[in-house]
């Protein structure tokens, strides 16, 4: 016979881990940067968006800055990486981490709630 006492830890175990955010990071590496657009969406929240030139690649491309959600300490580091890269194009290498976590919605039926931020942000001088 099982023990009570072994049984209910391991079922709230169980039960929590159902209920844990997931986080997913996507890591962007500029080649060169030709542009920032500062603005703001639909919802009237701030955005930042980078336009330039992925590491191995030649087309040009946007990538989306969560504002409202990331640290301020880190936004305001990354965008004085920005404008560096902007003002000497091809010198550096821009590289930044976008970290999405999904958490479950507590409400029974309400959909998971996802929040992007900016985690990290790493200029290079290239040789």
């Not at 936004?75 to 902007?86: E, R, V």
């Not at 976008?98 to 998971?112: F, I, K, L």
């Amino acid at each position: 016979m099982v023990r009570l006492n072994r049984v209910v830890p391991f079922a709230t175990l169980l039960v929590l881990s159902s209920f844990a955010a997931r986080a997913d990071s996507t890591t962007y590496e500029f080649a060169s940067v030709t542009g920032i657009v500062y603005g703001r969406d639909s919802f009237q929240q701030s955005t930042l968006s980078v336009v330039g030139v992925l590491a191995n690649t030649t087309t040009p491309t946007t990538v989306m800055v969560p504002v409202s959600s990331s640290p301020s300490h880190v936004l305001n580091a990354c965008t004085g990486f920005f404008s560096q890269m902007i003002s000497t194009p091809a010198i550096y290498t821009l590289t930044f981490v976008v970290t999405t976590t999904t958490q479950p919605n507590p409400g029974p039926g309400d959909p998971a709630i996802t929040v992007s931020a900016l985690t990290n942000c790493r200029l290079d001088r290239n040789p």
